[in-house]
């Protein structure tokens, strides 16, 4: 499978394999006596020379070539393809022989980029969905708040006025109306609070901080854990779908704390510093385990690393020695700063 080569102190071949052949498609008899500039990229021929000069100078026995690097080799009809290889020497009979020992990786390097390509193209459609599905949220809360919210105060006035218009006389009636009224406030609440979930009106209206600060206040008042919060970005304005995303990961965040930490406590942190916003939050509940994180089931967790690279930048989870789970986002923020005020 191995192209193998040797050479002379002069760089001239003076062993090629069969393998070499096929990888090369070049005779063993028109190789031979040949420098092995032959087989490489012109680019790349000097700092290869430097590179097998320097090496036989050292007397070491053996080395990788290129590194971390890719390396080309060039076939004799001019086609260039990626190789890996190695070098070692030997003296016989006070000679210095260099021999090269590599491997056409194409279909390798083909793999990895087509792998590549499906990554970047999932990581575009996962964002393209998250964008229509705020979208759908955005449409479905304004409609609930904008004409169910409407009919139903309409439907708690003609309750009212209902309840006016019967008879004092009349207490089991009174009592079902006053009943309805109940049923109606209630649902006009419940749908309030339905529309805000599905798309908070202050991160529209306030801004990323302020969106945060109540939806921290409204999981302490739910729950009983009691929140913290360090903030230095409130006099930034930031554009969707930063925004947007920052403040789903801490929903998130805040609902597996919720299920799964039985904490006491949470603190979150959203600091700019420099180019970069970094978000954390740690609780001090049981923590999270790594065969947890490592399971690929915690679709909670790959939502917010998913969340964190489409914005650029990254998610690390984990739980420290003193215990408890630490959530730590950054992400680059120049290019969602905005102009003026969120719309």
């Excluded at 070491?60 to 393809?81: I, K, Q």
């Excluded at 006035?157 to 109306?177: H, I, N, Y």
């Excluded at 920052?246 to 420099?274: K, P, S």
């Amino acid at each position: 499978m191995d192209a193998i080569i040797t050479l002379d102190e002069r760089q001239q071949v003076i062993v090629f394999n069969a393998a070499a052949e096929r990888i090369f498609r070049c005779r063993a008899a028109e190789a031979l006596g040949n420098p092995l500039d032959r087989f490489i990229p012109e680019r790349f021929r000097a700092a290869h020379r430097d590179h097998v000069r320097r090496f036989a100078a050292t007397g070491a026995t053996v080395r990788r070539m290129g590194s971390d690097a890719v390396l080309y080799g060039l076939r004799a009809d001019g086609e260039e393809f990626p190789i890996e290889a190695s070098i070692s020497q030997v003296t016989v009979n006070g000679k210095q022989l260099l021999t090269v020992v590599l491997r056409d990786i194409s279909t390798r390097v083909k793999a990895a980029e087509e792998i590549a390509r499906s990554h970047r193209q999932l990581r575009d459609l996962y964002q393209q969905m998250h964008e229509v599905r705020e979208a759908e949220r955005v449409r479905i809360a304004r409609e609930l708040h904008d004409e169910l919210a409407q009919w139903l105060t309409a439907l708690k006035m003609d309750t009212s006025w209902l309840a006016g218009q019967l008879p004092r006389e009349d207490d089991r009636m009174r009592e079902k109306v006053e009943r309805m009224k109940g049923i109606v406030d209630s649902t006009i609440v419940s749908v309030r609070r339905i529309a805000a979930d599905l798309r908070p009106a202050m991160l529209d209206d306030l801004g990323l901080v302020p969106a945060i600060e109540h939806l921290l206040h409204e999981f302490s008042q739910r729950t009983g854990i009691v929140v913290g919060m360090d903030a230095n970005a409130g006099e930034v304005e930031f554009r969707d779908p930063l925004t947007t995303s920052v403040y789903r990961m801490i929903q998130e965040v805040l609902t597996n704390v919720a299920r799964h930490a039985r904490a006491t406590e949470v603190r979150v942190a959203i600091l700019v510093e420099g180019d970069d916003l970094t978000v954390s939050a740690r609780d001090n509940g049981i923590g999270i385990g790594a065969a947890q994180l490592n399971s690929g089931k915690s679709f909670g967790i790959l939502g917010i690393k998913e969340r964190a690279r489409t914005l650029g930048g990254g998610a690390d989870i984990y739980s420290p020695g003193e215990g408890g789970t630490v959530v730590e986002i950054t992400v680059p923020v120049k290019q969602y700063r905005g102009t003026g005020k969120q719309s």
